[in-house]
């Protein structure tokens, strides 16, 4: 063993992020005899903003050798096959922007590039009747897609919707079991290493002190270690993403649950809906300088479909990023590393992130700063790109109704979205290579969805044969509609493998 080895771990701050990270962080126990130690108050409530998902979610349960029905079932989870948006072109527009890929490359030519010169010679249905997500979605059908699926089936993509509470219990299950040792206590100090600046215990409201070699600071947005002590700094993104506040409330589920997030878009934000297997989850991001708090609360609690189950909650945040998210000891994960609105079902991803880039880049106790600085120039590309893809829904609007949009729709966009959205309307061209998160699909389905259409094409379109491209492209779009129509129900498929016990 390393003789520099990490000893012990302490996480600050329980939650999904907390969890999610002692179950995660259990791996290593099998390596070395690394102590591992959850410290939460229940008097802290902890803040969930969304429970929706996206598919790298999968990737991490598996790697935790989670069972994805028991999973589901625990969690009063169901499935999500993408993002349904409404209002955000325009008013009365919706688009659906599915997991997995639109149609099929040909000849080495992006499926859009080809639907895009279809779509400038005739009429042609949205590019979502090319996406297997996307129909089995419209269909209210859901299929799991095995190891050995065969197109179009293998081309579905999907998440998951839960309650993030218990999806919490049910790691904080799975990580005890694994050795976590978890400690109830208020935190009301902590102390620094006088020569190394590092964090080296903190303080429990009744006297309690615990070291540790390394700190995971989950402890919200007020960054108890990674902000309050080691003044790290926050990276404000506000002018790109005005909405700074959010309200939430569930209701009774008024029918069967769909298969997908829906996200309307609203004078001064936009409103979520998330169905689960015995409430849906709603609530409502706005910006504050447009929308009064109670007014906010009214217009959520007016159009909830079913019965509202709790008080509604509020939220206040500012979107951006802390300036490293590993700072001398302390990794931040979930709303002390940053924030980005959950129109895009990013925050539990953020999460997810974070620690496998952890674990790739584990220290020991002498903490290279090569480690670091690779772990939070990573952290930063992922954040960013996760932050220009948001804002692109924002931009990419043609609504002039509100103030609030036509801020949006004029303000000046960073560096790295302007770019995008150059390459994009001139020929088309979208390079994602090399990013974790939202492929190509995903920004053709917001582009296209938000009417923000290519001139032209890229010349490579020219050489493939107009019939024979055209031929190619209903037959695909049959075979997706073909493949839902077999597929069982959202809810029967629930019903058959996953129902949660508590109904």
Not at 25 to 34: E, G, Q, W
Not at 397 to 426: G, I
Not at 443 to 451: D, R, T
Request: aromatic residues 10%; negative net charge.
């Amino acid at each position: 063993m390393n003789a520099h080895a990490i000893r012990k771990i302490v996480i600050v701050g329980g939650g999904t992020a907390g969890w999610m990270a002692a179950a995660a962080l259990t791996t290593l126990r099998a390596k070395n005899a690394v102590e591992i130690c959850l410290v939460e108050s229940d008097e802290i409530g902890t803040v969930g903003v969304g429970e929706a998902t996206i598919p790298p979610l999968i990737a991490f349960n598996n790697m935790l050798g989670i069972n994805e029905d028991e999973f589901v079932a625990a969690t009063n989870g169901t499935f999500k096959l993408g993002i349904e948006f409404v209002n955000w072109g325009a008013v009365g527009e919706r688009y659906f922007h599915p997991f997995g890929p639109h149609g099929q490359d040909f000849r080495g030519v992006h499926f859009h590039q080809l639907y895009s010169r279809a779509a400038r010679q005739r009429a042609m249905p949205d590019i979502q009747n090319w996406s297997m997500s996307a129909v089995a979605a419209e269909l209210g059908r859901f299929a799991r897609p095995g190891p050995d699926a065969r197109l179009p089936l293998s081309q579905l993509g999907y998440a998951f919707h839960f309650d993030a509470g218990l999806y919490a219990l049910f790691l904080r299950r799975l990580a005890e079991t694994d050795g976590v040792r978890r400690v109830e206590g208020k935190i009301v100090a902590s102390a620094l290493d006088p020569e190394s600046g590092h964090v080296r215990s903190i303080t429990l409201a009744d006297g309690r002190e615990i070291e540790g070699d390394l700190f995971i600071d989950c402890s919200g947005f007020r960054g108890l270690l990674i902000e309050e002590k080691l003044g790290t700094g926050y990276e404000d993104w506000s002018k790109w993403l005005p909405c700074d506040r959010a309200v939430a409330a569930p209701c009774s589920l008024p029918d069967e649950p769909d298969p997908f997030t829906r996200s309307t878009a609203l004078a001064a934000g936009w409103q979520w809906r998330i169905p689960l297997q015995h409430r849906m989850g709603n609530g409502m991001v706005y910006a504050s300088n447009h929308l009064a708090r109670v007014d906010a609360e009214s217009m959520l609690v007016e159009s909830l479909e079913g019965d509202i189950l709790a008080e509604p909650r509020h939220l206040t945040f500012t979107a951006g990023r802390r300036r490293r998210a590993w700072n001398g000891n302390v990794v931040s994960l979930g709303l002390s590393s940053g924030f980005v609105e959950p129109l895009e079902s990013t925050s539990i991803h953020l999460i997810q992130s974070g620690i496998v880039k952890l674990l790739a880049l584990f220290p020991d106790r002498r903490f290279d700063p090569a480690e670091r600085d690779e772990y939070n120039r990573q952290m930063q590309t992922v954040f960013e790109d996760v932050r220009d893809f948001v804002i692109l829904h924002y931009k990419a609007t043609r609504r002039d109704d509100s103030e609030f949009w036509n801020y949006c729709r004029n303000m000046d966009v960073p560096d790295s979205l302007a770019t995008k959205f150059e390459l994009w309307r001139t020929k088309g061209r979208l390079f994602r290579e090399g990013f974790e998160l939202f492929g190509t699909a995903s920004w053709v389905a917001v582009l296209f969805g938000q009417g923000v259409l290519p001139l032209e094409t890229e010349p490579a379109v020219d050489a493939i044969d107009e019939d024979m491209a055209n031929d190619a492209l209903e037959k695909m779009r049959l075979s997706y509609r073909q493949m839902a129509e077999h597929m069982p129900g959202h809810a029967e498929f629930i019903a058959r493998s996953c129902t949660a016990s508590s109904g």
